[in-house]
């Protein structure tokens, strides 16, 4: 298959996306990074297979890792395949690393995976996310706010037709 046909829509690959982390955290700064995977995690995360639901990414050595996403194992790779829960290695320069690694020593930041996608490229690529944790009054302050956009939508739908 060409590349055209692949950027025209003949492979459709799903972008997984950390829900719970935009309604546990408000987001400061948002960083890309590139993974370190092997084989059978890319043709996994190709068929959808991530769960980044308490994951967090964590800073080691000077090195950026994934700890705690879940990437189902591929039921073709058989006895060469990953295991689902290992730490990942998560690609960024040196200067990203200090400048995330400051914001981090402040108090009540964090640094949390917000989705997995592929890029034009074809390469796996993490959003992370400088997160604060929200407390339990925005949270609720958030629904009701929901809430009330969709009762608005509701009363007025009756009206547009």
């Known amino acids: 298959m060409s590349k055209d046909k692949k950027k025209a829509g003949g492979i459709h690959i799903p972008k997984m996306e950390n829900k719970r982390a935009f309604f546990n955290y408000e987001i400061v700064e948002k960083v890309e990074a590139g993974m370190s995977l092997l084989g059978s995690e890319v043709k996994s995360l190709r068929q959808g297979g991530a769960d980044m639901a308490g994951s967090f ?46 914001k981090m020593q402040q108090k009540g930041f964090t640094l949390v995976p917000l989705r997995i996608y592929f890029n034009d490229r074809g390469i796996a690529k993490v959003e992370l996310g400088i997160a604060r944790g929200k407390r339990k009054y925005d949270k609720r302050d958030k629904i009701t706010k929901r809430q009330q956009k969709s009762d608005i939508e509701k009363s007025t739908r009756k009206y547009r037709k």
């Open 57 to 102: 990414a964590r800073i080691i050595n000077n090195q950026c890792w994934l700890v705690g996403c879940n990437i189902a194992p591929y039921k073709q790779a058989n006895i060469r395949n990953h295991e689902p829960l290992r730490s990942r290695k998560l690609l960024l320069h040196k200067k990203q690393i200090t400048k995330i690694e400051g």
